[in-house]
């Protein structure tokens, strides 16, 4: 159906191109014309002829195959607009056509926009990179075991060491949510890692940033964004506030997901940690910032930032090793298919978003599709991969592969001798210890093994150690892992460039013990229910504790596959069938204590087989087990 659609549009665009070029021959449309490219800047049909060609053929199959309703791509080269164009619906039901003016939720692409209002404010003097952020927030408690505060060069970089969070992270309601203020009071969380020491993803450092504008400014950081950076730029159609205007509120692209072989609206919600999130603009808004930045902070005349700064943007500004990919202070260095770039990618619960910059080039490019990220088990959707292999598409059409200079594979002759320091498994470094997608740690790791020839092996690849910490990748000569050392100078650290960073598991985070602790207590409390009914060992409790605790890892089970709930919805509110299952530990631990009573009086049974005690005991202890794993992992009320 999106491909039927899309070619009708097509035609319609070719009748609007012939209307156009009517309205032309009349004098007034010369005045028309200049007012147009004050605010556009003109298109380079050349070069826009060819890449929509491509596009054209490339996205109508691909977005039906992937579920993808809407696509915007805009993309800019040279101070000019090479193509601004949509793809398929904005609405779905209406037959709504997507186009570059349509409102997208842009996600983390807010942040790269928000640092560069602060990069604004630097420039004024009235921040300083290296100053610690309490040097501008009095109000907010930042002691905690890792010493003075972070600064804003390591909020900008994502080296502040804070984790980052999830769960009710937004609001469904206008009513849940609150304004900047009282969510940094009531929520910041303690670093988890050494500040400076790592780059580690977290909306935090972006929450802080924000407040740090409104504290400077005496000004909303929403409003300050405004006058600093989208009413210079006539971003007209961009904000960060929420409620949204009631003008961008109405052209808001909807969002939806696709399950149950079907298409399910996203419905809008709030965002609390909002100055690294909640951005909403389009993809003509998009085009403007994107010209003004590769444009040494101009655009119209109008300059938003020094040449000087410029290169905080474009250069790299904090890396683990020079090996390794970095960051500006406000993109990521990413390789797209050979070709360099710096980018920032924006899930806005509902849309995804990709904003890529190539200034050697003079490119950018913006894309958004209104499908959401994640399917209920916060997996990849196809969407998310269309959607990734699209920028790849468009960067190779743009540009020549950029030349890298990568270092010759010289193995050091002493590697084998430590090489043990580095094994073991590693888990993402960002997960929050507040909540229960701390269970993160346990899925997405890394598992590093000794090769037993002074190489590792490195999830599926393996690697060499041509400097101290730092490991080359036999397969990719240039990819590179680079371990990081903690003070006490142990391994603590497994880098793979810019925010994709792990941490060294200890024995409670590794897979195989849990799988083993899991097992043995899920046995355990089967062999009771099998058991019970037949030989009524003990009090009746024993067995209802067993079914209980079994009902509870089947819901967790249930609950991980994203079938209890769908865990985007997590990201909002805590559903009511989670919050019974993450009662159960309570009910269950409390009855256990009970049991305890009971084992007693069933040891002090001479006539009780010491089978039955010694498996009413193990009942017992792996009841109090599961509590520990519960509470361990934040599976509990």
Same mark, same amino acid.
């Given at each position: 159906?999106?491909?039927?659609?899309?070619?009708?549009?097509?035609?319609?665009n070719?009748?609007?191109?012939?209307?156009?070029?009517?309205?032309?021959?009349?004098?007034?449309?010369?005045? !028309?014309q200049?007012?147009?490219?004050?605010?556009t800047?003109?298109?380079?049909?050349?070069?826009?002829n060819k890449?929509? !060609?491509?596009?054209?053929?490339?996205? +109508?199959?691909?977005?039906?195959?992937?579920?993808?309703?809407?696509?915007?791509?805009?993309?800019?080269?040279?101070?000019k607009?090479?193509?601004?164009?949509?793809?398929?619906?904005?609405?779905?039901?209406?037959?709504? +056509?997507?186009?570059?003016q349509?409102?997208?939720?842009?996600?983390?692409?807010?942040?790269?926009?928000?640092?560069?209002?602060?990069?604004?404010?630097?420039?004024?003097?009235l921040?300083?990179?290296?100053?610690?952020?309490?040097?501008?927030?009095?109000?907010?408690?930042?002691?905690?075991?890792?010493?003075?505060?972070?600064?804003i060069?390591?909020?900008?970089?994502?080296?502040?060491?804070?984790?980052?969070?999830?769960?009710?992270?937004?609001?469904?309601?206008i009513?849940?949510?609150?304004?900047l203020?009282k969510?940094?009071?009531a929520?910041?969380?303690?670093?988890?890692?050494?500040?400076?020491?790592?780059?580690?993803?977290?909306?935090w450092?972006?929450?802080?940033?924000?407040?740090? *504008?409104?504290?400077?400014?005496?000004?909303?950081?929403?409003?300050?964004?405004?006058k600093?950076?989208f009413?210079?730029?006539?971003?007209?159609?961009?904000?960060?506030?929420?409620p949204? +205007?009631?003008?961008?509120?109405?052209?808001?692209?909807?969002?939806?997901?696709?399950?149950?072989?079907?298409?399910?609206?996203?419905?809008?919600?709030?965002?609390?940690?909002?100055?690294?999130?909640?951005?909403v603009?389009?993809?003509?808004?998009?085009?403007?910032y994107?010209?003004?930045?590769? #444009?040494?902070?101009?655009?119209?005349?109008?300059?938003?930032?020094?040449?000087?700064?410029?290169?905080?943007?474009?250069?790299?500004?904090?890396?683990?090793?020079?090996?390794?990919?970095?960051?500006?202070?406000i993109?990521?260095?990413?390789?797209?298919?050979?070709?360099?770039a710096?980018?920032?990618?924006?899930?806005? *619960?509902?849309f995804?978003?990709?904003?890529?910059?190539?200034?050697?080039?003079?490119?950018?490019?913006f894309?958004?599709?209104?499908?959401?990220?994640f399917d209920?088990?916060?997996?990849?959707?196809?969407?998310?991969?269309?959607?990734r292999?699209?920028?790849?598409?468009?960067?190779?059409?743009?540009?020549?592969e950029?030349?890298?200079k990568?270092?010759?594979?010289?193995p050091?002759?002493?590697?084998?001798?430590?090489?043990e320091?580095?094994?073991?498994?590693y888990?993402?470094?960002?997960?929050?210890?507040?909540?229960?997608?701390?269970?993160?740690?346990?899925?997405?790791?890394?598992?590093?093994?000794?090769?037993?020839?002074?190489?590792?092996?490195?999830?599926?690849?393996?690697?060499?150690?041509?400097?101290p910490?730092v490991?080359?990748?036999?397969?990719? +000569?240039?990819?590179?892992?680079?371990?990081?050392?903690?003070?006490?100078?142990?391994?603590?650290?497994?880098?793979?460039?810019?925010?994709?960073?792990?941490?060294?598991?200890?024995?409670?985070?590794?897979?195989?013990?849990?799988?083993?602790?899991?097992g043995?207590?899920?046995v355990?409390?089967?062999?009771?229910?099998?058991i019970?009914p037949?030989?009524?060992?003990?009090?009746?409790?024993?067995?209802a504790?067993?079914?209980?605790?079994?009902?509870?890892?089947?819901g967790?089970?249930?609950?991980?596959l994203? *079938?209890?709930?769908?865990?985007?919805?997590?990201?909002?509110?805590?559903p009511?069938?989670?919050?019974?299952?993450?009662?159960?530990?309570?009910?269950?631990?409390?009855?256990?204590?009970?049991?305890?009573?009971?084992?007693?009086?069933?040891?002090?049974?001479e006539s009780?087989p010491?089978?039955?005690?010694?498996h009413?005991?193990?009942?017992?202890v792996?009841?109090?087990?599961?509590?520990w794993?519960? #509470?361990?992992?934040?599976f509990?009320?």
């Open positions: 159906m999106i491909k039927k659609k899309y070619f009708n549009q097509k035609k319609l070719i009748l609007m191109v012939l209307f156009v070029l009517m309205l032309i021959s009349y004098p007034l449309s010369v005045e !028309v200049a007012s147009v490219s004050d605010v800047p003109a298109v380079d049909h050349v070069s826009s890449l929509e !060609v491509v596009l054209d053929e490339y996205l +109508p199959e691909k977005m039906e195959a992937a579920h993808v309703p809407g696509v915007v791509v805009v993309v800019v080269k040279q101070g607009i090479l193509l601004s164009k949509g793809y398929g619906y904005a609405d779905l039901n209406n037959k709504t +056509p997507m186009t570059s349509k409102a997208v939720r842009a996600g983390s692409v807010s942040k790269p926009v928000l640092g560069t209002v602060v990069l604004q404010l630097v420039e004024q003097g921040i300083k990179l290296n100053a610690p952020v309490s040097e501008y927030i009095a109000d907010l408690d930042f002691k905690d075991d890792f010493g003075p505060a972070s600064t060069a390591q909020l900008l970089n994502h080296q502040s060491g804070y984790p980052d969070t999830i769960v009710k992270s937004h609001a469904p309601t009513e849940g949510w609150e304004p203020s969510v940094l009071a929520d910041i969380p303690q670093r988890t890692m050494t500040p400076g020491t790592v780059l580690s993803y977290s909306s450092d972006y929450a802080l940033l924000g407040y740090v *504008i409104e504290k400077v400014t005496g000004l909303p950081y929403e409003e300050a964004a405004a600093y950076l009413r210079p730029l006539d971003m007209q159609d961009t904000t960060f506030l929420q949204l +205007p009631t003008k961008i509120n109405d052209n808001l692209a909807i969002s939806y997901g696709y399950l149950d072989g079907k298409y399910q609206v996203v419905p809008h919600d709030f965002v609390r940690m909002s100055p690294g999130v909640a951005l603009t389009n993809g003509q808004d998009m085009s403007k994107m010209i003004a930045m590769l #444009n040494g902070g101009i655009l119209g005349g109008k300059r938003i930032l020094k040449k000087k700064t410029i290169p905080l943007i474009f250069e790299r500004q904090a890396s683990v090793h020079a090996f390794s990919r970095g960051r500006s202070y993109l990521a260095e990413k390789n797209f298919a050979g070709r360099k710096f980018y920032h990618d924006g899930n806005g *619960i509902g995804y978003n990709r904003l890529i910059f190539m200034p050697q080039h003079e490119v950018g490019i894309l958004s599709i209104n499908h959401r990220l209920r088990s916060m997996m990849l959707t196809r969407a998310a991969r269309m959607m292999s699209l920028s790849v598409e468009i960067v190779k059409n743009l540009s020549p950029s030349e890298v990568i270092p010759d594979i010289t050091l002759s002493d590697a084998k001798r430590r090489i320091r580095y094994t073991g498994n888990h993402i470094a960002h997960v929050s210890s507040r909540d229960f997608f701390q269970i993160e740690a346990l899925m997405n790791k890394v598992s590093v093994k000794d090769n037993g020839d002074g190489t590792l092996k490195i999830g599926s690849n393996n690697y060499v150690e041509v400097e910490l490991f080359q990748s036999k397969k990719t +000569p240039s990819f590179f892992a680079v371990f990081v050392e903690n003070k006490q100078g142990e391994v603590d650290y497994l880098s793979f460039g810019g925010t994709g960073t792990y941490k060294k598991s200890n024995l409670f985070d590794g897979m195989n013990f849990t799988i083993l602790l899991i043995m207590i899920t355990t409390f089967l062999s009771m229910l099998v019970w037949i030989k009524r060992q003990g009090h009746w409790m024993v067995f504790v067993s079914l209980l605790n079994l009902v509870y890892i089947v967790i089970v249930l609950l991980a994203g *079938i209890l709930a769908d865990l985007l919805i997590l990201f909002k509110m805590i009511l069938q989670v919050q019974i299952l993450f009662s159960v530990p309570w009910i269950s631990g409390i009855m256990t204590l009970g049991l305890i009573v009971f084992l007693i009086k069933l040891w002090k049974k009780a010491m089978w039955g005690k010694v009413y005991a193990s009942v017992i792996t009841s109090f087990a599961l509590f794993f519960a #509470n361990y992992w934040n509990i009320l």
